[in-house]
């Protein structure tokens, strides 16, 4: 067993690799905390009052889009609504916020898939961050099923899949563990065929090669979670900056102690004490 220690510094969403279960790690400034280790232990976070921006540092007193100053809010592509709808990407107008972080973040290839966290769910994202976002939305199965060459052409199939499938996480449902395994590749299958008039209308629109259908093998991930909590009761450090209990798991970007969980991407540039 670890000696409790206590270490400060402004909240990173935490690093997790896949695994049986997945590993995650705190960070929070320069700390790491292997949270999987503390499992069946008391944990405390106190909330110090302060929040630094995560671009640019400088001190904010309040959170915009999971961790910057409103400045950069304002000024960052990445904070731009184009990035949560590619589909209203607006670079070809000549209007994107940051032509060069667009170049190098939206016009790369990125995978269409279908995952389920708390039921079907159709998704995009960078090739690159496969498959931490798929942990990140404490996803039990996954399966890419399309790529696609930019940011914008991801967006346009997932409207179109949008129609038969939800793009929403239930978060509680997730974090109850109550989801039931889903044949992806049948769902794959089924809505491929069901749209396919409108893929075949966006390759007319892109070219040929723009939307590729891929041929992967459906992927589970598996969450350290001791026990999964009956009801759902949220801390949230605005309220009350102190969360203490003892943890019982972690699924997604959450901590579920035995007191409530947390979702600590949410309090990105939150600086926080961690006792563990
Ligand atoms: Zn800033």
Not at 85 to 94: I, N, V, Y
Request: with cysteine; glycine share 8%; net charge positive.
């Amino acid at each position: 067993m670890t000696e409790a220690a206590t270490v400060t510094g402004c909240l990173t969403k935490m690093a997790v690799e896949p695994g049986s279960p997945a590993r995650y790690t705190l960070r929070a400034g320069e700390a790491r905390v292997d949270l999987n280790a503390r499992l069946g232990h008391p944990l405390r976070l106190t909330w110090t009052g302060a929040i630094a921006c995560t671009q640019c540092g400088r001190a904010t007193r309040k959170s915009f889009g999971q961790g910057h100053c409103y400045p950069c809010f304002k000024k960052l592509a990445q904070c731009d609504t184009c990035i949560m709808k590619p589909e209203l990407c607006h670079f070809f107008q000549g209007t994107c916020r940051e032509p060069e972080w667009g170049e190098r973040h939206c016009f790369q290839p990125h995978v269409v898939y279908l995952a389920n966290a708390s039921g079907l769910k159709v998704g995009i994202t960078r090739l690159t961050q496969v498959p931490t976002r798929w942990l990140d939305q404490g996803a039990v199965q996954a399966l890419p099923i399309l790529e696609v060459d930019s940011r914008q052409q991801s967006g346009f199939v997932e409207v179109l899949f949008k129609d038969e499938v939800s793009d929403r996480t239930n978060w509680r449902a997730m974090l109850k563990g109550e989801t039931r395994e889903l044949d992806l590749a049948g769902e794959r299958d089924r809505l491929l065929e069901r749209l396919a008039p409108g893929l075949a209308e966006l390759r007319q629109r892109f070219g040929d090669g723009a939307i590729r259908v891929l041929d992967e093998a459906p992927r589970a991930f598996d969450y350290p979670v001791l026990e999964y909590p009956r009801k759902v009761v949220s801390h949230n450090f605005d309220k009350s900056p102190e969360v203490t209990g003892t943890l019982l798991g972690i699924k997604g970007q959450y901590l579920i102690l035995d007191s409530g969980v947390i979702n600590l991407r949410k309090f990105t540039g939150y600086e926080v004490a961690v006792e563990a």
